[in-house]
């Protein structure tokens, strides 16, 4: 588990980024997760795991993307967790707060994969950048989980052509691929 008060670097630092995600594609995403790059036979492979991915097929692809960067820092086993979680128990997802005060165990996405130490704006720009959240609003390397984070609450995000919800079952699917990327990387 990352401890925000001993931890010096941010994220992107910490998975060898020097600076924020170049736009790209899924397969860029899942790269720079595992910190290596994919070799051409794997991208065919990736290529078949994006065609069983209907909700990341139809969704919008700046959303897709920022999902995937938002689990980039993450370990596999967390991934894993937090995507058992979603299937066994969907009544600790929380909407408009990181976490829930009324509900033992709730919270949103990023609380829910950080093991509860993302609990306001201030602790996801210090994880996500190492800095503090009023230096990093207009970031590129914050966008991602500031607007998952939007998003998530139901906010209409014109970033992503006003959508204004992240349905569970994307986030599940999207779980789903990045775990299925990285295992096809480690072969």
Known sequence: MINLKHTTTSAAERHG????????NWFSIV???K???LAETDKST????DKQMPLMESSH??????????YAPFATADLQRVLNLALDRPDLWIQGSYQSFFVEGGGCLLHHLSQGLIKCRETLALFYTGRPWFEVTDLECYAAPKWIVRIFDGE?????????????????????????????TTL
């Open 17 to 24: 980024a020097t600076n924020c995600a170049e736009p790209g």
């Open 31 to 33: 790269d720079e997760a």
């Open 35 to 37: 910190g290596q790059p």
């Open 46 to 49: 990736l290529a078949s795991l």
């Open 61 to 70: 692809p700046l959303l897709v993307r920022h999902l995937l960067e938002v």
């Open 156 to 184: 209409a995000v014109e970033l992503y052509d006003g959508c204004n919800n992240l349905p569970l079952e994307l986030i599940v699917e999207s779980l789903e691929f990045t775990i299925a990327a990285r295992k096809e």
